[in-house]
């Protein structure tokens, strides 16, 4: 039941899936080959991955807004909670293609690309869910149309936001390396823990509010 | 004979509408029609039932049982058509069809193939394409291709030309030829429901006004047209509504006898719905 | 058979189909044993709904007209003789009541109306 509705939003946004792919491998290339900076690994991935996944997010939703199908789902044995529960699986699953074009570049192309450690994956994946997991939950509340604004303003800030608070932490040496008296395996997987933690507590919240709500 | 859908004591609150204590039944084995103006209710009604809106109080029951439980049960067992469709443009009918088909733990591909065929639908046609019957029949395509015992349907006919609109009606006493279907479908256009409808249900005003057998009813009820003479104190009392011109009057009256007792000479005709309907609705 | 249902507010539908099911019967259309169309099928034809038929086939049903048989369908039931002979008896004598009230009203007396019935059996034998 699940697949049939990710394979939905799939379905939905066939014809962008090409262009959006080309983009999430071709990005970092280019902004590799601009700057020349160690250590960007993991934010030039982040930013190409928030780019992709909510341009195809923002089209299934401004979709589902316009064409009111959502309604038509929820006559049919489709609970509320599964079509909440497979958008989130929707963007865990672009992120992943997105983390697999990016290392499949990386490894193809001998430069300076760096391939992301577990760690650096986790933080990435925090970074995205952290993202998404307010949008969601607020867009359903809310509405689409108001706030499609908020969401993509966000977007467009966080590519000259994120650089510049990396640099922010760089120049005043605050070091973000927390050591927990755990072995070095959990702290890596840690990031990702709190990732999912993070996104299923969102998703609990959007099935709630979803759940309320009149169609 | 069983009813295969209880509405009990349901009601939801708008700003500026509300549905009132709604309860009512439905027969099984019966084509029942919903009828009523625009903003009486109808749509409102339905998405209740169907959990789209989530009603103030009430309860509903299929078959007997509950349905607040066995909500995902009691899905499968519905065909459901609403106006305006509510399908995704952009993809084709063989794409929405691979959504919705996957719901529906008994959907059949061969009947749902055959009906596509029978309604001249291709699987690659754009949805965006289609003309405002092609969608409704498609909409029938996907509601009548997984078994369902009860088909739900919000003003499937509004905007259909009455070629179309004969055409759905037919679809639907083909349905009916199985034992055990019922359909329940709301509509304002009601000639569609003189042509087909076992059942009515008259509901104004967020409240059920009235609910008959169709023949019933129009054996019940009279239309009546006569001289203006012959309209007085008493007489106007008989009339659920009365219009007058200067050539005459006409009026419905469920009091038929009396109305010949009292009024001579007067024409005494079977109504259609259409009459009836506005006998009883209040501006 | 033919069943035409007439648009004049009486009598009620159900009663319109019954009484011209029962014509076709007590006339011979519809032979005995004969199958006769399903509630629904019915029901669709005439364009109404098989409630108003079930009742149809109901009432024919229990007054011996004809007989149901479960997931077969109903059939004309073998001729009864006496309940048929009552039923054509009816159905004159009503005929004959009309005729006689007529002729009271209009200042016919009996022996004319004998004599106007000899011609019309008179001339019934010549077609």
Same mark, same amino acid.
């Given at each position: 039941m699940l697949i049939s509705l990710v394979k939905k939003d799939f379905i939905l946004v066939k014809k962008y899936l090409i262009l959006m792919f080309?983009?999430?491998?071709?990005?970092?290339?280019?902004?590799?080959?601009?700057?020349?900076?160690?250590?960007?690994?993991?934010? &030039?991935?982040t930013l190409t991955a928030l780019l992709t996944i909510y341009s195809l997010f923002n089209s299934v939703t401004a979709m589902e807004y316009k064409y009111k199908a959502p309604a038509l789902l929820c006559t049919t044995p489709y609970t509320r909670n599964s079509i909440i529960?497979?958008?989130?699986?929707?963007?865990?699953?672009?992120? &992943?293609?997105?983390?697999?074009?990016? #290392?499949?570049?990386?490894?193809? !192309?001998? #430069?300076?690309?760096?391939?992301?450690? =577990?760690?650096?994956?986790?933080?990435?994946?925090?970074?995205?869910t952290l993202y998404f997991s307010i949008i969601i939950p607020v867009q359903y509340k809310f509405g689409y149309e108001k706030t499609k604004y908020i969401s993509f303003l966000i977007i467009f800030i966080i590519p000259f936001a994120l650089p510049t608070i990396i640099k922010f932490l760089q120049t005043h040496n605050i070091n973000l390396k927390i050591t927990l008296p755990f072995p070095q395996i959990i702290q890596n997987l840690l990031p990702c823990i709190i990732a999912v933690i993070i996104g299923l507590i969102s998703m609990r919240v959007t099935m709630n509010i979803y759940s309320k709500k009149d169609l | 004979m069983n009813n295969i859908l209880e509405v009990n004591g349901l009601t939801k609150k708008f700003d500026t509408f509300s549905l009132d204590n709604v309860s009512f039944s439905l027969r099984e084995g019966c084509i029942t029609g919903f009828i009523g103006i625009n903003g009486s209710g109808k749509t409102t009604t339905i998405k209740s039932i169907l959990g789209?809106?989530? %009603?103030?109080?009430?309860?509903?029951?299929?078959?007997?049982?509950?349905?607040?439980?066995?909500?995902?049960?009691? %899905?499968? $067992?519905?065909? =459901?058509?609403?106006d305006e469709g509510y399908f995704? +443009?952009?993809?084709?009918?063989?794409?929405?069809?691979? !959504?919705?088909?996957?719901?529906?733990? #008994?959907?059949? +591909?061969?009947?749902?193939?055959?009906?596509?065929?029978?309604?001249?639908?291709?699987?690659?046609?754009? =949805?965006?394409?289609?003309?405002?019957?092609?969608?409704?029949?498609?909409?029938?395509?996907?509601a009548i291709s997984h078994h369902a015992d009860l088909l739900i349907m919000d003003e499937p006919t509004s905007g259909l030309d009455p070629l179309v609109r004969s055409e759905l009606m037919d679809i639907l006493l083909e349905f009916m030829k199985e034992d055990g279907k019922s359909v329940f479908?709301?509509? $304002?256009? #009601?000639?569609?429901?003189?042509? &087909?409808?076992?059942?009515?249900?008259?509901?104004?005003?967020?409240a059920i006004v009235l609910t008959e057998e169709k023949e019933v009813l129009l054996d019940t009820h009279g239309f009546v047209k006569g001289d203006n003479k012959l309209l007085n104190e008493h007489t106007r009392k008989l009339f659920l509504k009365l219009h007058e011109t200067k050539y005459g009057f006409e009026g419905v009256t469920d009091k038929k006898a009396v109305v010949r007792q009292q009024m001579n000479g007067v024409l005494i005709e079977r109504p259609t719905i259409e009459n009836i309907m506005l006998g009883y609705v209040r501006r | 058979m033919n069943i035409i249902i007439a648009n004049v507010s009486d009598p009620p539908i159900y009663q319109q189909i019954k009484d011209q099911i029962k014509d076709a019967i007590l006339h011979g259309e519809l032979t005995q044993g004969e199958l006769l169309p399903s509630i629904r099928t019915l029901a669709n034809d005439l364009r109404v709904s098989v409630l108003t038929t079930r009742r149809v086939y109901d009432e024919l049903e229990a007054?011996?007209?004809?007989?149901?048989?479960?997931? %077969?369908?109903?059939? &004309?039931?073998?001729?009864?003789?006496?309940?048929?002979? +009552?039923?054509?008896? $009816?159905?004159?004598?009503?005929?004959?009541? +009309?005729?006689?009230?007529?002729?009271?009203?209009?200042?016919?007396?009996?022996?004319?109306?004998?004599?106007?019935?000899?011609?019309l059996f008179e001339e019934g034998e010549e077609e």
């Open positions: 080309i983009f999430a491998a071709g990005a970092p290339v280019f902004i590799y080959s601009k700057v020349n900076q160690g250590g960007v690994g993991f934010i &030039v991935f529960k497979a958008k989130y699986l929707f963007i865990l699953m672009l992120f &992943v293609c997105c983390f697999i074009i990016y #290392t499949i570049v990386a490894v193809l !192309i001998p #430069t300076s690309m760096q391939l992301l450690s =577990i760690s650096t994956f986790g933080i990435s994946l925090l970074l995205a | 789209l809106i989530l %009603k103030d109080a009430g309860n509903i029951k299929f078959r007997g049982k509950e349905i607040e439980r066995t909500e995902r049960e009691f %899905k499968n $067992h519905l065909g =459901i058509v609403l995704y +443009e952009n993809i084709t009918i063989k794409e929405m069809k691979s !959504i919705i088909a996957p719901a529906y733990s #008994t959907w059949d +591909e061969t009947v749902f193939k055959k009906n596509l065929e029978r309604f001249r639908l291709q699987s690659n046609q754009k =949805i965006s394409t289609l003309s405002k019957g092609m969608r409704m029949k498609f909409a029938i395509a996907l479908f709301s509509s $304002h256009i #009601t000639s569609d429901l003189d042509k &087909v409808a076992d059942m009515l249900i008259l509901i104004d005003k967020g | 007054e011996g007209f004809i007989v149901s048989k479960a997931g %077969k369908g109903s059939f &004309v039931a073998a001729e009864n003789l006496e309940l048929l002979r +009552e039923s054509r008896r $009816h159905i004159v004598e009503v005929k004959l009541t +009309e005729a006689w009230k007529a002729a009271r009203s209009l200042g016919i007396c009996k022996k004319e109306l004998y004599s106007m019935m000899d011609i």
